[in-house]
């Protein structure tokens, strides 16, 4: 059974930092695109980042290039995000998902809730 | 600003057929053949439905189905079930935002 579960999610301030994770399982991890897609109150889906399977490449949305990072560590089965400088527009549900080929996202986890408010 | 534009609402009742749109440009939806469907239902993660315009991963029914002409791609839901209600949204491989901004189907 495929799984992918987040976690790192939370209240934090504006200009804090917080580090999402999330674990996968049930397919070969080290051999899929992952992609983070977020989702605030209320909107549709936003595409936030991906990275490929050696983590060799990397790409960002344009309004979180220079604040979040996308990582993964394949040994462990694992995505990251980590998020600095948060602003209240990146409040959201961050969702972990596996590309399973240009954009199309086949599996996704239950989300984690990110609050960025004083 | 998602560059998928989709209808914010369709509705029909028990046993109608909807379709919802999906229209993008000839750099994303006109090209390639990258489109997908996501079904959300409130408080849950998204599911993929449709892949590749018109592909169906194992386990979503038949009723579900994709298409695509030009720009614009589109998801028919045949036969409608109360359980059909749902969040839906387009995706599309080189797209500006990958997503549409989801169409709510209300079943009546």
């Known amino acids: ?23 996968a399982s049930g397919f070969t991890f080290s051999n899929s695109w992952m992609t983070w897609v977020r989702q605030a109150p209320g909107k549709g889906l936003e595409w936030v980042a991906n990275i ?14 220079v604040r979040f990072t996308i990582s993964r560590d394949n ?16 409040s959201a ?25 004083s | 600003q998602s560059a998928l534009t989709q209808p914010r609402s369709v509705s029909g009742s028990p046993g109608q057929s909807v379709t919802i749109s999906c229209t993008g440009t000839s750099s994303d939806v006109g090209y390639y053949n990258y489109v997908s469907w996501y079904q959300q239902h409130p408080g849950k993660a998204p599911k993929l439905i449709i892949y590749d315009v018109s592909e169906r991963p ?10 695509k002409s030009g720009n614009t791609a589109s ?5 409608l079930q109360a359980e ?10 080189a797209a500006r935002g990958a997503f549409g901004g989801g169409t709510k189907l209300t079943v009546l």
Do not use: H, I
């Not at chain 1, 060799?56 to 949305?61: A, Q």
């Open chain 1, 1 to 23: 059974e495929v799984q992918l579960v987040e976690s790192g999610g939370g209240l934090v301030q504006p200009g804090g930092s917080l580090r999402l994770s999330c674990v």
């Open chain 2, 75 to 79: 998801l028919t839901v045949s036969g």
């Open chain 1, 52 to 65: 490929k399977e050696d983590g060799s490449v990397k790409n960002y949305l344009d309004s979180v290039e």
């Open chain 1, 93 to 117: 549900v961050y969702y972990c998902t596996r590309d399973r080929v240009c954009n199309t996202f086949d599996y996704w986890g239950q989300g984690t809730l990110v609050t960025v408010s």
């Open chain 1, 75 to 90: 040994a462990k089965n694992s995505l990251y995000l980590q998020m600095n400088s948060l602003r209240a527009e990146d």
């Open chain 2, 84 to 93: 059909d209600e749902a969040d839906y949204y387009c995706c599309s491989y």
């Open chain 2, 58 to 67: 194992s386990g979503v029914p038949d009723r579900f189905s994709g298409s």
